[in-house]
């Protein structure tokens, strides 16, 4: 099983990013995907998860430190999951992580699969 992150890097206040984690090694299909970020000095936190197609239509549910910002997505057929996040604030700097997990939620614990971050840095 491997998830490998990509898309961080340096961006302004107000700007864009989009985080993709490409996925391999288990039907990426029946798993829901979530992403979660750690900022220096705290504790990792829930950011969003999106639910596989066949609970509930492919459900999404963000914190709600990100919502109306941040957008997540899937792919099935690429076996990726995306993470679009726009109107970057300072405070969203810290490293992102995808997870997968047989249920959808918002506990770490819930998550079986993790990959190994990406960082993005927003600067004010």
């Known amino acids: 099983v491997q998830l490998v992150e990509s898309g961080g890097g340096l961006v302004q206040a107000g700007g864009s990013l989009r985080l993709s984690c490409a996925a391999s090694g288990f039907t990426f299909s029946a798993y829901a995907m979530g992403w979660f970020r750690q900022a220096p000095g705290k504790e990792r936190e829930f950011v969003a998860t999106i639910s596989w197609r066949g609970w509930r239509g492919g459900r999404t549910d963000l914190a709600d430190s990100v919502k109306g910002r941040f957008i997540i997505s899937r792919d099935n057929a690429k076996y990726t999951v995306y993470l679009q996040m726009n109107s970057l604030k300072p405070e969203d700097t810290a490293v992102y992580y995808c997870?997968?997990?047989?249920?959808?939620?918002?506990?770490?614990?819930?998550?079986?699969?993790w990959g190994q971050g990406t960082q993005v840095t927003v600067s004010s």
């Open positions: 997870a997968a997990s047989k249920s959808p939620g918002q506990s770490e614990s819930a998550y079986d699969y």
